[in-house]
């Protein structure tokens, strides 16, 4: 018998081994069920598992933990969410319909708490949001938290948004209303008042080993010259001396990729593995369905890497979705990198994450209405856009974090651009320093010793909306919503999920504020996380005509339109050409027909003449959807600054 061989055997006997305490563990009800999808997905979990942690000699043990774990989750889910497992086992590509819409939000900031949430459900609605993600709204360590994402107990929310109990209600809530619920799962790190940080102060050598931490900086020094600095501006790099962790140097060294109060968990303990597991469907158990899995890149570190994106981080990922495939099948994760978009695609998989940011496009947007030039975006949707069938982008133009300039060198070296010279115009223009830029952003995390810089600031002032405004200048104000409406039509008809971030509907722009908020002050990103406003709300209700209220109608006139039209379900989506810098184009064909959508990225109104009109959408006239007008290709087609054109070839279209 083969090494290999007497393992499986081994696996299996440690199931056996089992048996009694699953079946004091599990009810009458789930144990078939549980013990059929064990059965069909212990094989994977068990290889994976095997990789990571078979070198050690308790590896059996937690083995035994590990699936103990899962049946104990198992047997404590409610009779709704398992019904809701059956319902997404027979429809389990729920997130490809053209009728999900995503939207994300801070609680505090978008309704005060919970109660103020719920409050708000029918303005969701009347938005079209499917998906809702709401950003950690965990209890977090008190004053810098890094908005919610230095987490001290996954298991409570921050007193002042509600309590858990009253987040298992809105999940179900919002589900009668055919919302989703996604929440941040912060797994790479912990806040250093985490109870298992708390332990590790106190000399638990368990709990020590729960994270990275040293008496002194030589193994430090043997990983920190190939780490990146993620937050330069913090000073330091990631190895940081606490004087309050017990060691017989009187403290620690901790590993911290984010901020110092961050502190990175080590996921070459089986035990951390185990525990994030607990933590994971113990949410899954609240009514969560989506988990967006944070900094996903950074969960395992090997010492002459660049302890980001190692193979053994996508291991640890798969072997969650299995285990959360037979505890709480309804469970999808969102991944969270922001890196080469090489990198990105790896995450994207049905064995890994079903869904993932679409990084790439939302800066290649940018990009384009920086450089009025669409080649870049044409080259990456051709090459970069399609990923395994069952999985989706989450098509986005800003999130809460800052946008870096993060499309691939080669891609732009493949069009003659140099990359480091590219990045430094992008951040030039979207600071509002480049001579004739429409932007108002703040540079974020400048690191004078790379050159590198990022861009914070809300999809309003960075597409022009704050400086035409205070300019009065109502040409450019108008420019300024055609490029808000340009993108969202762009996020609404790509593939896979729009995702807005809930106050870009009323074009919010920056607050300054930050800078008088102790806890916000030196993180700029702060100035594109405003409180939701809701008198400008009101006014974009009163005056349709003001700025606000265009990109409210404009966006729910694309949302509409989007429930509208099965072609636009899926993620099918073909890039052509049009002879113009200024156009991009592509085809999204579904089972239920085919739209073309044209874009320009420029102020210059582009005419496209009939052969290659005809050439994209043949000779029969066919409907633009947004403006309800027939087209005859035959005449060739005036493409306005900034419009976005929905055709359909659908023939009932082109009847009415
Ligand atoms: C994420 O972002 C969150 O979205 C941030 O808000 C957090 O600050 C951070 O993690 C720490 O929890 O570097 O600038 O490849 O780029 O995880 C944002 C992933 C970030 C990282 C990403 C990170």
């Known amino acids: 018998m083969n090494d290999r061989d007497w393992l499986a055997d081994e696996a299996r006997r440690s199931l056996e081994r089992l048996q009694p305490r699953l079946e004091t563990t599990l009810d009458a009800a789930g144990a078939d069920v549980f013990h059929r999808r064990l059965e069909a997905r212990f094989e994977p979990v068990f290889q994976v598992l095997l990789t990571l942690y078979g070198e050690r000699y308790d590896?059996?043990?937690?083995?035994?933990?590990?699936?103990?774990?899962?049946?104990?989750?198992?047997?404590?889910?409610?009779?709704?969410?398992?019904?809701?497992?059956?319902?997404?086992?027979?429809?389990?590509?729920?997130?490809?319909?053209?009728?999900?819409?995503?939207?994300?939000?801070?609680?505090?900031?978008?309704?005060?708490?919970?109660?103020?949430?719920?409050?708000?459900?029918?303005?969701?609605?009347?938005?079209?949001?499917?998906?809702?993600?709401?950003?950690?709204?965990?209890?977090?360590?008190?004053?810098?938290?890094?908005?919610?994402?230095?987490?001290?107990?996954?298991?409570?929310?921050?007193?002042?948004?509600?309590?858990?109990?009253?987040?298992?209600?809105?999940?179900?809530?919002?589900?009668?209303?055919?919302?989703?619920?996604?929440?941040?799962?912060?797994?790479?790190?912990?806040?250093?008042?985490?109870?298992?940080?708390?332990?590790?102060?106190?000399?638990?050598?368990?709990?020590?080993?729960?994270?990275?931490?040293?008496?002194?900086?030589?193994?430090?020094?043997?990983?920190?010259?190939?780490?990146?600095?993620?937050?330069?501006d913090r000073g330091g790099d990631s190895f940081i001396w606490r004087d309050d962790v017990q060691g017989p140097r009187g403290g620690k060294f901790v590993w911290s990729t984010f901020y110092p109060f961050q502190w990175d968990l080590n996921y070459r303990n089986p035990a951390v593995f185990c525990a994030i597991l607990e933590e994971m469907l113990y949410l899954a158990n609240r009514g969560v369905e989506v988990l967006r899995l944070d900094a996903v890149p950074f969960l395992w570190k090997a010492p002459g890497t660049t302890c980001e994106n190692q193979p053994e981080a996508h291991l640890a990922v798969q072997a969650l979705n299995a285990l959360s495939d037979i505890a709480a099948p309804a469970l999808v994760f969102k991944s969270e990198a922001i890196v080469h978009p090489d990198e990105v695609a790896r995450y994207v998989d049905p064995a890994e994450c079903h869904l993932s940011y679409n990084p790439l496009f939302m800066v290649l947007m940018w990009e384009a209405l920086a450089t009025r030039d669409t080649r870049l975006m044409h080259h990456a949707l051709e090459r970069r856009f399609k990923t395994a069938d069952g999985t989706a982008w989450i098509n986005y133009i800003r999130s809460h974090d800052d946008i870096g300039w993060g499309f691939a060198d080669q891609d732009a070296g493949a069009l003659g651009i140099d990359p480091h010279g590219h990045r430094r115009f992008l951040n030039d223009f979207y600071a509002g320093e480049f001579e004739g830029s429409f932007a108002?952003?703040?540079?974020?995390?400048?690191?004078?010793?790379?050159?590198?810089?990022?861009?914070?600031?809300?999809?309003?002032?960075?597409?022009?909306?704050?400086?035409?405004?205070?300019?009065?200048?109502?040409?450019e104000t108008e420019f300024a919503i055609r490029r808000i409406l340009l993108m969202h039509g762009l996020i609404m008809t790509l593939g896979g999920m729009p995702l807005i971030y809930l106050g870009d509907e009323i074009a919010q722009l920056n607050d300054y504020g930050f800078r008088s908020e102790p806890a916000h002050a030196r993180d700029e990103r702060w100035a594109h996380r405003p409180r939701f406003d809701e008198d400008r709300l009101q006014a974009a209700r009163r005056h349709p005509g003001s700025p606000e209220g265009r990109v409210l109608a404009g966006i729910k006139r694309l949302g509409a339109m989007r429930r509208d039209q099965p072609a636009l379900a899926g993620s099918d989506m073909r890039p052509f050409e049009l002879d113009s810098r200024y156009l991009i184009a592509f085809h999204r064909t579904g089972e239920q027909g085919r739209i073309t959508v044209i874009g320009n990225f420029s102020e210059h109104p582009v005419f496209v003449p009939p052969a290659p009109l005809i050439a994209a959408l043949g000779e029969r006239p066919c409907l633009e959807l947004l403006t309800q007008r027939l087209l005859d290709p035959n005449l060739g087609l005036q493409v306005e600054a900034y419009q976005l054109l929905i055709v359909s070839a659908e023939p009932r279209s082109q009847e009415s």
């Open 59 to 232: 590896f059996f043990w937690h083995l035994e933990r590990i699936v103990l774990a899962a049946a104990r989750a198992w047997a404590s889910r409610s009779d709704g969410l398992r019904a809701l497992d059956a319902r997404r086992e027979t429809n389990p590509e729920w997130y490809l319909d053209h009728r999900q819409l995503g939207a994300v939000c801070y609680v505090d900031r978008f309704a005060g708490n919970l109660e103020g949430l719920r409050q708000r459900l029918p303005y969701l609605e009347e938005l079209g949001v499917t998906y809702l993600h709401l950003m950690p709204l965990f209890q977090a360590r008190p004053g810098d938290n890094d908005g919610g994402y230095a987490v001290s107990d996954y298991r409570a929310l921050g007193p002042a948004l509600g309590t858990m109990d009253e987040l298992a209600e809105l999940a179900d809530e919002l589900r009668r209303r055919g919302i989703s619920l996604v929440l941040d799962f912060v797994l790479n790190h912990t806040a250093d008042d985490h109870a298992w940080a708390e332990r590790a102060k106190a000399g638990e050598e368990d709990y020590q080993a729960f994270y990275f931490m040293f008496d002194d900086r030589s193994e430090p020094e043997r990983y920190l010259p190939m780490l990146r600095e993620i937050f330069p």
């Open 440 to 475: 108002r952003g703040l540079r974020f995390q400048e690191n004078p010793r790379t050159g590198d810089c990022r861009i914070a600031g809300t999809l309003a002032s960075l597409a022009g909306l704050e400086k035409a405004v205070t300019e009065d200048d109502a040409h």
